[in-house]
């Protein structure tokens, strides 16, 4: 019977092939003890020399680390083992036999590994991250389409910067300059007032100089937009959809968890609601912890949302940011001119931002005002500003960063490792 490690629980005691590839290998002169992996897991092969004769377990020994081979045995139920369940060896064929694979059992350096992230994908870690990821996406679908959000696909050609002019990929349009998609929020918010409730999820490009732990160039973001809702809301679907993607990482991803290390008991205590401050307390707890350099008006960096996640033992909202921080469409406070209706979430642990979102203007001569002064030109925005032409609602949306979500639920401290080929300040290979 062929199957796979995840389903070899269904064939205990009986004769199996797998397709697999050698991860490791250790052996004696009588036994030896093939790590075999093929995606859906790992298993344990034991070659036993006085069973499978001289030949098979000769070539046993040679083999390689990362051939490939069809692996036939008896499956065996195990209580030692991680997957419940070990194989004994019968017979194998290997497909390709791998030479020299560069990354073997030893340390090895971060920019050797990125330069052979086409390889690297296939260890223990990093397929745990990349399930992890998938998990998140899945989750991501199941919310969104439970409650009656229909996915939207926004363009990645572009000719208009919803967060700002200086972080833009330019390009050609044939005789038109162009710039890929910073965030699909403007036609998201198009599509809200079309469908009542959607979600983007798509590649986003950021032109940032920036090399941190939690920036990329190429990033993947959800944005779900809601028309007839408003700031309160907007933070209650947050929360809601956040807390469902830490259960859902718990419920489906105890294995990966455990091979990443991760503090399970950190992630059960996601659950809605999440603590709001406002970004004047937040100011005013800085102050208190020491941070004296900052003054009303300045952007929080990292140092920052570290200190006040610390604050907090769940996700928290940073609230009401100074206009002057944020982008052209973000709604003003109705008390107050000088703050806007929006909300960054700050991840526990030094995760940092992983959504920002508002409430968005929806008064026609409000926003063609902030157009012009974000010297943004009215001829690109005037399909956005129809939208305040034609039946204009409040509402509110979100983005929320896929790579720093995963980087935070699995535990992994850089966002490199949570991209199958990231794209940072300087690598475009592989
Ligand atoms: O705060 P940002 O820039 O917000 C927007 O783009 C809005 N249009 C979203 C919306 O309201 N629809 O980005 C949103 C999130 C951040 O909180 C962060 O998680 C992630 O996207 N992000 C990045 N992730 C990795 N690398 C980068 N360079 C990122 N820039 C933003
Ligand atoms: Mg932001």
Redesign the pocket.
């Known amino acids: 019977m062929k199957t796979t490690i995840s389903k070899i629980g269904l064939y205990a005691g009986q004769e199996v092939t797998l397709g697999a590839w050698l991860a490791n290998k250790r052996s004696s002169g009588k036994i030896a003890f093939l790590q075999l992996r093929d995606g859906t897991g790992f298993i344990q092969g034991v070659v036993v020399k006085a069973d499978v004769g001289e030949d098979v377990f000769a070539a046993a020994k040679n083999l390689t680390q990362e051939s490939s081979l069809y692996v036939t045995g008896i499956v065996q139920t195990d209580e030692r083992s991680p997957s419940g369940f070990e194989l004994t060896v019968t017979g194998f064929n290997v497909i390709s036999e791998s030479k020299d694979y560069p990354i073997t059992p030893k340390e090895h350096g971060t920019e050797f590994l990125m330069d052979n992230r086409h390889l690297w994908l296939r260890s223990k870690r990093q397929q745990a991250v990349m399930k992890i990821r998938d998990q998140i996406i899945h989750a991501t679908y199941e919310f969104f389409h439970e409650h009656d959000f229909s996915k939207l696909d926004s363009p990645i050609l572009t000719g208009s910067s ?2 700002g002019t200086s972080e833009l990929f330019a390009t050609k349009y044939f005789d038109e300059d162009a710039f890929l998609s ?2 699909g ?1 403007l036609y ?1 918010e198009a599509g809200a007032m079309a469908l009542g409730r959607v979600f983007t999820f798509g590649p ?1 490009f ?1 032109a ?1 100089k ?1 090399k941190t732990r ?4 190429e ?1 993947w ?1 959800i ?1 779900p ?1 809601m028309a007839f809702v408003e700031f309160d809301e907007n933070l209650e679907w947050q929360e809601k959809y956040v807390s469902h993607l830490a259960a859902s990482v718990l419920k489906h991803n105890q294995i990966e968890l455990k091979t990443l290390g991760r503090d399970t008991a950190k992630l059960e205590a996601i659950a809605a609601p999440f603590p709001r401050i406002t970004y004047d307390d937040a100011l005013t707890l800085l102050h208190e912890k020491g941070f004296d350099d900052i003054t009303w008006g300045d952007d929080f960096g990292s140092p920052h949302e570290t200190a006040i996640a610390e604050h907090f033992d769940k996700p928290v909202f940073i609230t009401h940011y100074p206009t002057s921080l944020k ?1 052209f469409y973000m709604q003003p406070d109705a008390n107050r001119d000088d703050v806007v209706l929006c909300a ?1 979430l700050i991840a526990p642990e030094g995760y940092g ?6 409430e968005r203007i929806h008064d026609y001569d409000l926003l063609k005002k902030r157009i012009a002064e974000h010297n943004l030109s009215e001829e690109t925005y005037e399909w956005y500003l129809d939208l305040r032409k034609y039946g204009s609602v409040p509402h509110s ?5 896929l ?3 995963v980087a935070w639920l699995s535990g992994v401290e850089h ?1 490199r490792e949570t991209i199958p080929f990231p794209r940072l300040l300087n690598r475009l290979y592989p």
């Open positions: 919803p967060e910073q965030s929020q998201a986003t950021r940032e920036s939690r920036h990329l160039i990033f973001m944005e937009e982008p960054d931002e992983i959504i920002g979102g508002s949306g979100f983005g929320l960063g790579e720093r979500t966002v």
